[in-house]
């Protein structure tokens, strides 16, 4: 639902019901920027107007960021799964050796995804309170980037198959004005933090993209092809007829 606000920084400066000029105490955000209107009735209309027509493209499936995000998670259960159908056929000290990676090692760097997936994923259950994540939010709170949480491969590779498909329906439960939503979060040094959360979720999989990236070269010097990795697999060829 659309927010109601006071904000001394609208967009706008005239009513777009009435082009009346605006008034501070009748200020809505939309697409998380404040839209000013000329008295609270046209704010509300403007609201109601918003939530029927979001709720009508959440009925379709979503709009253009949701389904963007929907594509991504389908990549990355896609993709992590061949990783670690790789890292299978690897004796332990193969995985562990330390390659001279940010985060070392294979299973180092694939740990590290893991500390931040969880991270964030409690970080969104913890303000918003999405359901998709009640899981999540009861698994101890990563305390270090380069936090080793599985040693065991195969215990591993089960955390991360559940971690994928959690964000399969963590995005599933997501609606398109979610994303205009601001995210706020402390770090460990105690800074503040207020990012626009649909911005956070892209960072959620580019950092993901990132340090696969880096596992598929630690995984060719240890003499393994993790074979084509783009997203342009997945999408299927567009009809022209």
């Known amino acids: 639902m659309t927010a109601i606000m006071a904000s001394p920084d609208p967009i706008n400066t005239h009513c777009p019901w009435s082009d009346e000029p605006a008034s501070p105490d009748a200020v809505a955000v939309y697409r998380g920027l404040p839209v000013a209107f000329c008295n609270p009735g046209c704010r509300d209309k403007f609201n109601k107007a918003v939530t029927l027509f979001d709720e009508c493209i959440d009925a379709t499936g979503g ?8 594509k991504l998670a389908e990549y990355n259960c896609w993709m992590n799964d ?17 390659r001279g990676a940010f985060f070392k090692s294979i299973l180092g760097t694939l740990n590290h995804l893991l500390v931040w997936d969880i991270t964030w994923l409690q970080r969104f259950e913890k303000q918003f ?9 009861a ?3 990563p305390t270090a980037h380069d936090q080793i949480l599985h040693q065991n491969r195969l215990e591993f590779a089960s955390s991360r198959q559940v971690m994928d498909q959690t964000i399969v329906r963590f995005i599933t439960e997501t609606r398109e004005r979610d994303y ?12 503040v933090f207020h990012k626009n959360f649909g911005g956070v979720l892209q960072h959620l999989f580019n950092h993901q993209t990132h340090h696969r990236g880096q596992v598929t070269t630690l995984l060719s010097q240890a003499g393994i092809d993790p074979g084509p990795t783009d997203l342009l697999v997945l999408l299927p060829e567009e009809n022209l007829v």
């Open 180 to 191: 205009a939503q601001t995210l706020t979060y402390t770090i460990s040094s105690g800074d």
């Open 139 to 141: 698994l101890p709170a």
């Open 129 to 137: 309170g999405f359901s998709t994540l009640k899981d999540v939010i």
């Open 63 to 70: 709009g253009s960021m949701k389904i963007s995000f929907t």
């Open 82 to 98: 061949r990783l670690l159908a790789c890292i299978a056929s690897l004796p332990d000290e193969a995985l562990w050796q330390d």
